[in-house]
T-cell receptor, first 113, second 113 residues
Framework: DTAVSQTPKYLVTQMGNDKSIKCEQN?????MYWYKQDSKKFLKIMFS???????INETVPNRFSPKSPDKAHLNLHINSLELGDSAVYFC????????????FGQGTRLTVV | AQSVSQHNHHVILSEAASLELGCNYS??????LFWYVQYPGQHLQLLLK??????LVKGIKGFEAEFIKSKFSFNLRKPSVQWSDTAEYFC???????????FGKGNQVVVIP
């Protein structure tokens, strides 16, 4: 009965490939996020969606394209993967306007070889 | 620019020692404040949060934090740490009504038995 679930948990792929990570939340939240955590554990916001609309896009290469088919889902598609894309990607959700804490998924460890 | 600062990225201490981690932010207006913990190999979990009211908040596992508005700070404390407190600790801030949940760079805490 996971609140925020991401799939897959691990993803190993070659440079140049295209891959997707899926995220679903069953908390009824309006806002969803994607964060990137690098090898130094720094957490950087990538995107924020509110009710399926893109609110924040933080200087992320346009190879990264989020898609929100409904407010419970926020998927991340990455084209032409590069070595530097290797990281742990976390999905999170919260009520609109950050009026509650954010709940995080288990993370997807992406390794580009 | 809005930012969240955490100092002393690496902290090593013995069991039963006291822990204090600093967090400063540079947001204007009303903010909501959080401390998250990430145990090795796991996702982020909420330790405690401050929205309003008593500036001294108590969280799980004996942690507490104090919001000092005049200092733009939200420091985390635990009087006596245990080996199981070994983790990465993140301070996070969101402006009220905003969708941008921003994190500090984290503190890696290692507790030696």
């Amino acid at each position: 009965d996971t609140a925020v679930s991401q799939t897959p948990k691990y993803l190993v792929t070659q440079m140049g490939n295209d891959k997707s990570i899926k995220c679903e939340q069953n908390l009824g939240h309006d806002t969803m996020y994607w964060y990137k955590q690098d090898s130094k554990k720094f957490l950087k916001i990538m995107f924020s969606y509110n009710n399926k609309e893109l609110i924040i896009n933080e200087t992320v290469p346009n190879r990264f394209s989020p898609k929100s088919p409904d407010k419970a889902h926020l998927n991340l598609h990455i084209n032409s993967l590069e070595l530097g894309d290797s990281a742990v990607y976390f999905c999170a959700s919260s009520q609109q306007g950050g009026n509650t804490e954010a709940f995080f998924g288990q993370g997807t460890r992406l390794t580009v070889v | 620019a809005q930012s969240v600062s955490q100092h002393n990225h690496h902290v090593i201490l013995s069991e039963a020692a006291s822990l204090e981690l600093g967090c400063n932010y540079s947001y204007g207006g009303t903010v909501n404040l959080f401390w998250y913990v990430q145990y090795p190999g796991q996702h982020l979990q909420l330790l405690l949060k401050y929205f309003s009211g008593d500036p001294l908040v108590k969280g799980i596992k004996g942690f507490e934090a104090e919001f000092i508005k005049s200092k733009f700070s939200f420091n985390l404390r635990k009087p006596s740490v245990q080996w199981s407190d070994t983790a990465e600790y993140f301070c996070a801030v969101i402006s009220y009504g905003n969708n941008r949940l921003a994190f500090g760079k984290g503190n890696q805490v290692v507790v030696i038995p």
